[in-house]
């Protein structure tokens, strides 16, 4: 005979550790099994939509920064792409390839943190973290020799970058690059056989293949269930059809594969930079020669790329004046966590953080 | 005769009057004992955060005091100083007895432990299954703190502390019948003199078992689910703050010291070693049981509370009662001169045995269907 | 779960987080220790050059925010003298597009970073303290003419004893007994 049991709902409140922001959600509990999950969303909205009617094109790359503030620069750059294909501007060679450089460091970088606060989801104390965090480090130290600021970059413009490379950057990069993969393999010694790990994640979460497409997921998120998409190879934008590097996908769309498929693109990353160091040319122009009140000819635009989350566009619509008309933002997290429903519902309270760490999700792009 | 004996008999023959020759060394014994566990645990505290910093690549608190020995009190006089909240739904007289339940037991347990030839508070014959069955009163203190907080998530706590600290007492009850049974007694100073081969060699599965099994008694990670602060939000106490939190904040530590005192005085041969006095190994010893503790506390993630009980009643309880079948056996076969013949064979079982265990069993479940 | 690595993943895990008691720790104690920071750091101040200013206003139109105020009067040679230059640090962001648009370099960024104040209203920087100084130095932000006045930035991928911030081995801690932070 089934015993009589009462839902009770609990809510994981905007305020909580492991919510990697203000978000919050509305658990219907029966015991320690969810039943229903209901997300709110809007906690951190700073209406950049709506700042941006009023700020010229330049103007609005400071508040682009602030969508992904964990990775900043490819906010920029999908931002300065959108506006250079509504204007058609060419941007000059060295400034693409430096371009490429910043976004797959901040690629490597996003990714280990990502990581990192998965695992402390996971309940090892902050040790991960730290030893990411010491890598992330040295990335943070590169961009502060570039562009001033170690989190929020403000360095892409329309038509190239702001600055061109320091001297001592060259080197740092050699080195940085020529270290990595043997701290690579040290995260994957602490992390990738521990059996604790691996019954915490593996089979929890499943996102099937064909869900993980009909609602539009993006980013690592899909890679994992097992479809090879990747805008950089499908759709390539700047140059990365110059580069050779492959896409890791999962197999079954569980935790563990997100995990995983993170950890293959970092490796990834770094030989396309090591690539591009080889291939750009020492001297040239960083950027083209765009006024400071920049009027693009009237139309509308949609400009996409593959940034860390996933795939993130921008929608511009201009009528001819300095300060586009609208501009809408189209985040990937947002998209992801529409399926949150299906994944959740079943487990326990514990494997709900689990899942949602997986998912790496960054509160400014949801709530802009 | 343990030392407080010799004192009451020396008392005695002074010609103090009866009650005194009673009561003055057990008070003298017990002041000792308090003194001595309130200042390990505050040396345990300050070294688990060093210890764990080192091992997370920073430094640790090192600017209170020479080397920051004096962060923990500076940490227990900001809570003592910080205001008491009792919230509105809370049931008050629980609320308010449930830290004294888990502070005291820990307390107790220190009378059955020796810290050297006969530096026992009271040698009873029946030493550990005293320590057993104190050591489970606490888990009426936990589960009372959190049903009376009045808070949801202290609730789904309560509800995993009874099912993790019940089920985690039979495997540490059966691995200790095994040391019991080779040592030929339940005292703790004879089992302690009946270690010429430390029993960390002579019963490798026990002691992992027990070991394990302690972890999870403590609350400590891997198996600190009660409190486990991404997603539970600190659990049993929550809604504890001032003088009651730093009782579950020393009561944590203190236990932490029990069962590293137990440990040591069960498998590690307690006082004895070569040179030095036998109050120094005693304190080598914890401290290193402790420091890995520690160890394990860096790097390992947690459990899940249904992966936790299918690895306590699937894996722990199995393993436990073989391994009490084999040193049963062997007891009965095996002259006590050649007690090293147990050790290997006790060995080769502990390998095959895990080893037979990893392939079989599966532990935890999948997706529940609503 | 299944044991399927026999307990071998864990105990890896374990042998790397040992190893790491023998690394020395990254840990820069602050005030005793301070790292040279970034030549083109974009700081938390703004720095104003008195003699370049023309007055012309292109960074109150370039500031996102509107944070520059700027007022002038028309002196002689019909040049513009420049009354009050205000810039409100608590709301700038310090995103620098004020020091890309002035056309006379007559902005920079500076490299002060200990910059509290005790009041709201002490964050409001008029032109005396904005104007630059022995104690208030311009970065290397978009100018690259001060690149020279700056020490190297400390990275943590080259050695303590190469300029960087990593070091070889430290004692359990090693630091002299500063002012207190």
Not at chain 1, 87 to 101: F, H, L, T
Not at chain 3, 34 to 63: H, M, Q, Y
Request: overall charge neutral; hydrophobic content about 45%.
């Amino acid at each position: 005979m089934p015993i009589k049991t009462e839902q009770f709902y609990l809510n994981v409140g905007p305020q909580h550790p492991s919510t990697h922001g203000v978000f919050r959600l509305r658990l219907s509990l029966d015991g320690e099994v969810v039943t229903d999950v209901e997300p709110i969303v809007g906690y951190l909205h700073r209406g950049i939509e709506k700042l941006a009617e009023t700020r010229t094109y330049t103007q609005i790359i400071p508040l682009t920064d602030r969508l992904d503030y964990l990775a900043s620069m490819t906010d920029n750059v999908a931002y300065c792409m959108a506006v250079e294909k509504l204007a058609g501007i060419k941007v000059p060679e060295r400034a693409e390839y430096i371009r490429i450089i910043f976004s797959e460091l901040m690629r490597v970088s996003s990714h280990m943190m990502a990581v990192g606060f998965y695992l402390n989801d996971c309940g090892a104390f902050f040790t991960p973290v730290l030893y990411m965090w010491r890598e992330r480090e040295k990335i943070l130290d590169l961009f502060d020799m570039v562009c001033g600021q170690r989190l929020l970059y403000n360095y892409m413009r329309v038509g190239g970058v702001s600055q061109d490379l320091p001297d001592e950057f060259m080197p740092a990069i050699k080195k940085f690059v020529a270290e990595m993969p043997r701290y690579i393999g040290e995260y994957n010694q602490l992390i990738k056989q521990n059996e604790i790990f691996l019954a915490r994640s593996k089979g929890v979460g499943i996102l099937p293949r064909e869900t993980a497409i009909n609602i539009g997921a993006s980013g690592p998120v899909l890679r994992a269930s097992g479809v090879k998409w990747d805008i950089r190879k499908m759709d390539p934008y700047s140059i990365y059809d110059r580069f050779d590097f492959e896409i890791p996908t999962g197999e079954a769309g569980d935790c563990y594969d997100r995990y995983w498929v993170r950890m293959q693109e970092m490796t990834q990353s770094l030989r396309i930079i090591e690539q591009a160091m080889s291939q750009m040319p020492a001297k040239g122009p960083v950027c083209a020669d765009v006024p400071q009140f920049f009027r693009p000819p009237a139309g509308e635009t949609y400009g996409y790329i593959e940034a860390p989350k996933g795939n993130l566009g921008f929608y511009i619509v201009s009528d001819g004046s300095i300060a586009p008309y609208r501009l809408h933002i189209y985040p990937p997290t947002l998209i992801n966590i529409t399926a949150l429903k299906d994944m959740v519902i079943g487990w326990k309270v514990a494997d709900l953080i689990i899942i949602f760490g997986s998912m790496d999700v960054v509160l400014g792009e949801i709530d802009r | 005769m343990t030392l407080l004996d010799q004192f009451q008999l020396m008392l005695k023959s002074l010609g103090w009057p009866d009650w005194a020759v009673y009561l003055t060394p057990a008070i003298v014994g017990i002041l000792i004992i308090i003194i001595f566990v309130l200042t390990v645990v505050i040396v345990f505290i300050w070294w688990e955060r060093r210890l764990i910093s080192r091992f997370q690549i920073r430094l640790g608190p090192n600017r209170c005091g020479p080397e920051g020995i004096l962060q923990p009190i500076a940490t227990a006089i900001k809570i003592l100083l910080k205001e008491d909240i009792v919230p509105e739904k809370a049931d008050k007289l629980i609320h308010f007895v449930a830290p004294i339940i888990v502070f005291v037991p820990i307390l107790l347990i220190f009378a059955v432990i020796p810290f050297g030839a006969g530096a026992i508070l009271v040698d009873l014959n029946v030493g550990i299954i005293y320590v057993i069955a104190i050591s489970s009163i606490s888990v009426i203190g936990i589960f009372m703190a959190a049903w009376a907080s009045g808070n949801k998530y202290s609730y789904i706590s309560g509800m995993r502390s009874i099912a993790q600290m019940v089920s985690y007492e039979i495997p540490v009850v059966l691995s200790l019948v095994g040391v019991a049974l080779v040592a030929g007694s339940f005292s703790m100073l004879k089992i302690v003199e009946a270690q010429s081969i430390p029993f960390i060699l002579l019963q490798p599965l026990g002691f992992l078992i027990f070991f394990l099994g302690s972890l999870a008694e403590m609350n400590r990670s891997p198996f600190d689910l009660l409190e486990a602060d991404s997603e539970i939000v600190a659990g049993y106490h929550i809604e504890y703050s001032g003088m009651k939190f730093a009782m579950f904040y020393l009561g944590e530590y203190g236990v932490a010291l029990a069962y590293s005192c137990i440990i040591t005085t069960l498998f590690l041969s307690g006082w004895q070693g070569p040179l030095l006095p036998p109050i120094i190994w005693i304190l080598i010893k914890v401290m290193l049981v402790f420091s890995v503790i520690v160890w394990i506390r860096s790097t390992l993630p947690r459990f899940r509370v249904d992966q936790l009980m299918a690895f306590a009643w699937k894996a722990m309880l199995p393993m436990a009662v073989i391994n009490l079948v084999i040193i049963a056996i062997e007891v009965l076969l095996i002259p006590a001169s050649l007690q090293w013949v147990m050790l290997i064979l006790n060995f080769g079982f502990a390998g095959a045995l895990i080893l037979l265990w990893s392939k079989l069993f599966t532990l935890g479940g999948g997706r529940v269907e609503v | 779960m299944k044991f399927e690595h026999y307990g071998i993943g864990i105990v890896k895990g374990m042998a790397l987080t040992f190893k790491h008691l023998f690394r020395s720790p990254i840990t820069v104690q602050y005030p005793d220790e301070k790292l040279n920071i970034s030549r083109r750091t974009r700081g938390n101040e703004l720095v104003w050059f008195p003699d370049k200013c023309t007055g012309c206003g292109t960074c109150t139109k370039a500031c996102l925010q509107g944070n520059i105020i700027l007022a002038t009067h028309r002196g002689e040679e019909s040049k513009f003298i420049v009354d009050k230059f205000e810039v409100d640090t608590g709301r700038c962001i310090f995103c620098g597009l004020c020091v890309e648009s002035c056309p006379y370099n007559a902005l920079a960024m500076g490299v002060n970073y200990e910059c509290a104040k005790y009041r709201r209203a002490d964050l409001v920087m008029s032109k005396e303290k904005l104007a630059v100084s022995d104690s208030h130095k311009p970065s290397a932000y978009y100018r690259p003419q001060f690149d020279g006045q700056l020490p190297e930035q400390s990275l943590l991928l080259y050695d303590r004893d190469e300029g960087g911030q990593k070091l070889k081995f430290l004692p359990l801690s090693k630091r002299k007994r500063g002012p207190g932070a």
